[in-house]
């Protein structure tokens, strides 16, 4: 009954634009198995994220094709205090389907000294960005709290899983401190971006997820390699930076993948339903949020901003400017359909390969491959109508 009593309040709150601090029911949510769930799970996921825009689009494709038993914020993109009520008002808050499942969502780890944002000056309005996430909240929440026992959190979320697969699209910062909590669950690990040491793609350079807290990157490798460990990663090509027209082979988000493609009369087929999850994550992508005064660097600043901003590369283009391609989206693919991808060998010096997973390249062509991984994203999200 009390449950019940929560997910009313939560729905009412989202209906009427309200927030509630859900603080309090965090404990209760990771500690205790969600309504209907008594019995043993054959498997589970922890989803370990930083709650960047790719991973917004990442979330709902795992909870419409896997049991996830907890959600994970990491810092990284976001701070884990103020990502947990964003990413709760996207998977939790649902107004037409007020007896989904609730998710639970912890709050993570996070450096004991944060490193220096000047590396990374495009932070904080994407930071600003995801605390609303993506302009689906007119305000910021009120941050959780943090909890260091949330190593044991995790743990409680899985205690009725037979065997727990692990999704890092964010940094290691958490990682490091609950595995060793759940260790002899873990069934395989799913990681976005390449080990320290791969250098069959991107030679000297490690990923933001590996750099931004370095340290907990280098301290995870030794362990993941006793693991079953899958790294992913996308293919790299020229004419996808910063461009508002990228080239057909580049591996970036596009508005049909959301909206659907526009027919001669006008409308839209196709695309996100509007309803439920994938009605949310539509809804928090499309949105009109006036963004402009986010914006902090000097060649950014005037420029115009609105939730495309962050993931449609003319929108990108147009404002914060960089690339955003389908990084968190296509380590979750792999979680779902691991059959779209295989090793990858670089084509001179193959012996640097192997060491990586990338999409298995259809009828040897990027373009055919990267509207393959699309069509299957918007699927498989749908597929979220129903969370698992």
Known sequence: MTRSIIRA???LAAISGALIDPTAQVAAWAGSSSKGETGLKKECVILDNDYDIDDMQAIPLVLGGKHVAAIVQSEGYTIPEQAAPAVDALVNQLPDQPGSRIV??????KQDKGPDLKRWPWLPFFRSMMNRSNGLLPTEPKPWQSNVNYPQQIANS?????????????TYTSFNRYLPLIKDKVKRVVIMGQAIGDESRTPNRESFNCSFDLEACKQAMPT?????????DIPRLDGCHDTSTPSPQCYNPNLEMVKGQRLANGEYQGGLIRK????????ALLNDIACSSYYTTPTTIGHPCTSRSTWE????ASGPGGEMLLWDQ???????KPEYFSLYYPETMREKGGKHYEPTLVNGSHEQTVQKLRQAWTELTNASIKIQ
Not at 224 to 232: C, E, I, R, S
Not at 313 to 316: G, L, T
């Open 224 to 232: 993941l390699k006793q693991l079953n460990t899958f790294f992913v």
């Open 276 to 283: 439920g999850l994938p009605g949310q994550l539509r809804r």
């Open 104 to 109: 639970p969502i912890i709050v993570g780890g």
């Open 330 to 336: 296509s380590a979750a693919l792999f979680l779902i």
């Open 158 to 170: 899985v205690r009725n899983c037979e065997t727990v697969s692990i999704l890092i699209i964010g």
């Open 313 to 316: 590369p003319a929108a990108v």
């Open 9 to 11: 309040s939560i729905v």
